[in-house]
């Protein structure tokens, strides 16, 4: 078997520009030596491999010899273009009689090399003949094609690529005769029966002769004094095209093909060419693709300044021959219960397509032409319906091109130690539903608008009313102040302060664009809940919600929380150890709590036990269990220790309570409730591939203030 050179398309620069008999030259350089095609002045390239020019609308194809690499630089073409200037058109009547010649006499000369007739062809794409005793009517489905016909500067009339000579043309005369129509193959699919019983399709091909699709052509050519321009330009090369079945039509199985060019081995991976393939990780360096109805090998990376001449072992390749295709494909997954939306089927059809199906979380497979497919993700147990004998479902398929991906679970008895608490009552798979019935659930929505300046009192229109909250970025991240904006949630506008300053709350500059987000929500209690995710409320929506874009979340209800302070005393030595009970013995020295009580905010208050630890007589140190060392201090002053993330003081105690007699080491403890709830968010994360490149959720703390 023989490598066929890649056949290479070549366009003039400028649209429908014509190209001079004689002048074309296609150079390229590989291995260090320059090679060259020239024009033979009738449609034909020779030199160092062969080609045809179809002058009219300047397409060249080329099969270089020897082929160069595309890394070794580009085709430099070198030719005549026309320029058009007294390009002439005109409409032909198609003789659509089988075997008869259509004949066009404008009595006008014509520059050889110039014609260029464009016309319509009917073909058949495949056939479906069924048994005669299934009652059913054959099924044929008809592809057109648009067709070139342009003379080779020789009088000769030929169809694109230097087809067969198909009519002539009269240069001085401008009479012009030809028959467009070709004979071609097309794929059948009898219907028969196997033995015993049920049907099967074969795969067979047939010849028939193309038909006109329409009466109508159109001609178009160019004055023989028309003027010419000499123009130079370069194209990249592209790959090196192998013929893998050149004696067969039937198709090749994937994943079966292994040749060999020189000491290099090819195979295929699922349409993929690779080279330098590994067994022990099922992969290579891809340097091509393969069309298995076809049996036609790319290559994009190959050795340069290789033949065209240069023998490709064929050492395997699987074509089909007779085997039954399958309407229905029935099959159980290795394992089960399988992760929803997560089985991926791929099979070949009989024409060689690649057909994928995807499995939504509700079990239905989509993709290609099927008539129906599902998985039931409990079993595991798939039913694919590929083909019926509507016309709008796809080919059946090879059954040994079926395959599939899946992710199933595997479920391991929860430790009660390792979850903090107990499993007994969850479901096996340790899965519980996110809402229920009477839950409180809030649907929100957020919206945003760009604003590439802003002025003073500059009015925003959200188009919608009764928002939830509103605020404005910066460009770069900043929140602007929102003493800089006003917003009127009746009318549904944000209107910016005039004077306007752009900046945040700590003075940090906002830069625009700025963009302006708001958010509307509604909240009420779940009435109905269903496994497919619909959720039905006990009261309407206030007003429309974007799909896609609406956020439905989960209310947890605490009731009325406050800050408060707590289980004070004092303690002589404190040991570091954390007890909410006196270690050892009180202190002699005392705060005065009844006078001036320990201070606390709902804004800066965390859940907290706190140590005071003198370290002379009047200096100390604030220690928190979870939060450290927060502070110093002496009981001259004042103390109150900023919350970094509210910057509100965790408490303040005052000077004056304060007695004398410290020493070293005395410690006053008490704990703190934050005005917050406390909770624990525990995530699981199942096992599998990643589907997401992220993956967040957001919690909100949310109340009224008396």
């Not at 296609?26 to 080609?51: F, R, S």
């Not at 648009?146 to 000769?156: E, K, P, R, S």
């Not at 030929?158 to 043309?169: A, D, Q, S, Y």
């Not at 006109?212 to 592209?238: C, F, H, K, L």
């Amino acid at each position: 078997m023989g490598m066929v050179a890649q056949p290479y398309t070549f366009a003039s620069a400028q649209i429908k520009r014509n190209l001079s008999a004689g002048s074309v030259v296609v150079k390229w350089t590989t291995g260090g030596t320059q090679y060259t095609l020239t024009d033979d002045g009738a449609g034909g390239l020779t030199g160092a491999g062969t080609g045809t020019i179809s002058y009219s609308n300047g397409l060249i194809f080329i099969n270089p010899d020897p082929a160069p690499s595309p890394a070794g630089g580009d085709y430099t073409i070198e030719y005549e273009d026309w320029q058009g200037t007294t390009k002439l058109t005109d409409s032909i009547t198609l003789v659509t009689t089988a075997g008869s010649d259509t004949t066009y006499s404008p009595a006008v000369a014509m520059r050889p090399g110039s014609v260029d007739i464009r016309l319509s062809v009917q073909r058949i794409a495949k056939r479906w003949i069924y048994l005669p005793i299934s009652g059913k009517t054959d099924r044929i489905e008809y592809t057109t094609d648009q067709v070139a016909i342009t003379d080779d500067g020789n009088g000769n009339l030929r169809r694109e690529k230097g087809g067969p000579v198909l009519g002539t043309v009269n240069y001085a005369t401008g009479e012009i005769t030809f028959d467009a129509r070709q004979s071609y193959d097309y794929k059948i699919y009898p219907e028969a029966s196997l033995i015993g019983s049920g049907i099967y399709w074969r795969v067979d091909t047939e010849s028939a002769i193309e038909s006109y699709n329409g009466t109508t052509a159109t001609i178009e050519w160019t004055d023989p004094a028309d003027p010419v321009q000499v123009r130079s330009t370069t194209r990249p090369i592209p790959g090196l095209t192998i013929d893998l079945t050149p004696t067969s039509s039937r198709t090749i199985i994937p994943n079966s093909v292994l040749f060999q060019i020189g000491s290099t081995l090819y195979r295929d991976q699922d349409g993929a060419i690779v080279k330098d393939w590994s067994p022990v990780t099922n992969t290579g360096t891809a340097v091509g693709s393969i069309d298995y109805a076809s049996g036609l090998a790319t290559l994009t990376d190959y050795p340069a300044d290789t033949p065209t001449s240069t023998p490709v072992t064929l050492l395997a390749c699987l074509t089909t021959l007779n085997q039954a295709p399958a309407n229905r494909t029935i099959f159980r997954t290795a394992g089960s219960p399988l992760r929803e939306g997560s089985l991926i089927v791929n099979a070949t059809d009989i024409e060689g397509n690649q057909v994928t199906l995807n499995a939504d979380t509700a079990g239905n497979l989509t993709g290609g032409s099927i008539v129906s497919g599902f998985v039931d993700t409990q079993t595991g147990l798939v039913t694919i319906q590929w083909s019926d004998d509507t016309a709008s479902s796809g080919p059946p398929v090879v059954p040994s091109t079926v395959r599939y991906s899946a992710v199933s679970y595997t479920f391991l008895p929860l430790d009660a130690d390792l979850v903090g608490l107990d499993a007994t009552r969850l479901p096996s798979d340790g899965r519980v539903p996110q809402f229920n019935l009477g839950d409180v659930i809030v649907v929100s929505n957020t919206q945003s608008t760009e604003l590439a300046t802003v002025t003073a009192g500059q009015v925003v229109d959200f188009g919608r009313v009764n928002q939830a909250e509103a605020w404005v970025e910066g460009a770069n991240g900043n929140r602007l102040d929102p003493a800089q904006y006003t917003l009127d949630t009746t009318a549904g506008t944000l209107t910016f302060a005039d004077p306007l300053a752009l900046v945040d709350v700590d003075a940090n500059a906002v830069t625009e664009p700025l963009t302006v987000y708001n958010r509307v929500e509604d909240m009420g209690l779940a009435t109905d809940v269903q496994i497919g995710g619909q959720i039905g409320l006990n009261i309407p929506l206030s007003q429309d919600y974007t799909a896609g874009e609406t956020i439905a979340s989960a209310a947890v209800l605490y009731g009325d929380l406050r800050a408060r302070t707590y289980n004070a005393f004092h303690q002589q030595a404190w040991s570091g150890t954390w007890s909410d009970d006196l270690v050892g013995n009180s202190t002699t020295a005392k705060y005065n709590l009844v006078s001036n009580p320990i201070e606390i905010t709902n804004q800066g208050a965390i859940k907290e036990r706190w140590a005071i630890r003198f370290t002379s007589s009047t200096s100390f140190e604030v220690i928190g269990e979870t939060v450290g060392v927060v502070a110093t201090g002496n009981i001259s002053a004042d103390l109150a220790p900023t919350n970094q993330a509210t910057g509100a003081p965790y408490f303040t105690i005052r000077s004056a309570g304060w007695g004398s007699g410290w020493v070293s080491g005395n410690t006053l403890r008490f704990n703190t409730d934050g005005g917050q709830a406390p909770f624990w968010v525990a995530r699981t994360i199942v096992a599998g591939r990643a589907v997401e490149e992220t993956d967040q959720f957001a919690t909100q703390n949310r109340g009224d203030a008396d």
